[in-house]
């Protein structure tokens, strides 16, 4: 049983930024494909961005050049940066281990107009 846990949410203004964390509680993180969606009420969970153990990313066209993934395996956490954020961006975000059923309990991103 894999545990993700993530933090760094809150409430910014449109063109703020915010920086997500994710620990896991995995001792083969290192190895493991990591990834970061989100979902807006009323919507479908999306993709936003993916690492993978050789630290290659993939990002959702919506938030390319704004937003930045990263990993830190000695403290298996994985960051997602987030900055020009604008109001469409407010969702729950959630950490994930790509190709498992494991997710994280979410955070709350709100952006203000």
């Known amino acids: 049983q894999v545990q993700l846990v993530e933090s760094g949410g809150g409430l910014v203004q449109a063109g703020g930024s915010l920086r997500l964390s994710c620990v896991a509680s995995?001792?083969?993180?290192?190895?493991?494909?990591m990834g970061w969606y989100r979902q807006a009420p009323g919507k479908q969970r999306e993709l936003v961005a993916v690492?993978?153990?050789?630290?290659?990313?993939k990002y959702a066209d919506s938030v390319k050049g704004r937003f930045t993934i990263s990993r830190e395996n000695a403290k298996r956490t994985v960051y997602l940066q987030m900055n020009s954020l604008k109001p469409e961006d407010t969702a729950v975000y959630y950490c994930?281990?790509?190709?498992?059923?494991?997710w994280g309990q979410g955070t709350q991103v709100t952006v203000s107009a």
């Open positions: 995995d001792s083969f993180f290192s190895i493991r494909v």
């Open positions: 690492i993978t153990t050789s630290s290659t990313t």
């Open positions: 994930h281990v790509e190709n498992t059923g494991y």
